[in-house]
């Protein structure tokens, strides 16, 4: 069956670390891999793309991997802050001809000051 | 830019109403929006894909009787709940992407609609 799966527990970090938040998916063949924030009540704002023949990309703090071999994929967020705590969703698209996105359950980020 | 505003953001009604969600474009053209469904703690469920001046595509599974959705212009979509019931209650969200659509584009999404129904 098709599964994407993010850490459902919370991630619990100290600021300054970094984050690195998971993305496994089984029995798809996205095209791309695009991670989205989300805060309670509100809805996902656009984080980073990655494209199936891109290993890695950057933004600021952020970094993002994708390794198709393993169906895998990283986000990481480095010298965490207190305001990076959020919920962040994984989403795969470029599986037709649609644009459709198919996303994980997220996992939810913890910054302690 | 691309700025989507979803209305209303919270509705409390009685069993058997019918509830309409609007999505709009606000600085920005949207030839298809998507409106997804969420419950506590889980994924966005995509229940519809809505193209201007077309017929929605509804997922499988997802009533299209039940969930009337219209895209009339490039920046207003709605969705109307119809006869809502207790299991109906959920966190209802829509995303636009722009004309011009290219694959692989981010989806811009508004800020959800907390329906509640009593």
């Known amino acids: 069956s098709q599964k994407i799966e993010q850490n459902s527990e919370a991630l619990n970090i100290q600021e300054g670390k970094t984050a690195t938040l998971t993305c496994n998916y089984t029995?798809?063949?996205?095209?791309?891999l695009q991670w989205y924030r989300q805060d309670p009540g509100r809805g996902p704002v656009f984080l980073l793309l990655i494209r199936e023949n891109e290993k890695e990309k950057r933004k600021e703090r952020l970094k993002v991997t994708f390794d198709t071999t393993l169906k895998q994929s990283l986000f990481h967020i480095t010298a965490s802050q207190p305001a990076d705590s959020a919920t962040y969703l994984c989403a795969l698209g470029g599986m037709d001809s649609s644009y459709k996105l198919i996303f994980g359950s997220g996992t939810r980020l913890l910054v302690r000051p | 830019g691309a700025v989507v505003s979803q209305h209303p953001s919270r509705v409390i009604c009685k069993s058997g109403t019918s509830v309409k969600i609007e999505c709009r474009s606000l600085?920005?053209?949207?030839?298809?929006m998507f409106w997804y469904r969420q419950f506590p703690k889980k994924s966005l469920m995509l229940m519809a894909t809505s193209n201007e001046g077309s017929k929605a595509t509804y997922e499988q599974g997802v009533e299209k009787d039940k969930f009337l959705i219209n895209h009339a212009s490039l920046t207003l979509s709605t969705l109307t709940v119809t006869s809502a019931h207790p299991e109906d209650s959920s966190f209802y969200i829509c995303?636009?992407?722009?004309?011009?659509?290219?694959?692989?584009?981010?989806?811009?999404f508004g800020d959800g609609t907390r329906l509640s129904i009593l």
């Open positions: 995303s636009a992407l722009g004309t011009g659509v290219f694959n692989n584009q981010p989806q811009h």
């Open positions: 600085d920005f053209q949207a030839t298809t």
């Open positions: 029995n798809y063949s996205p095209a791309y």
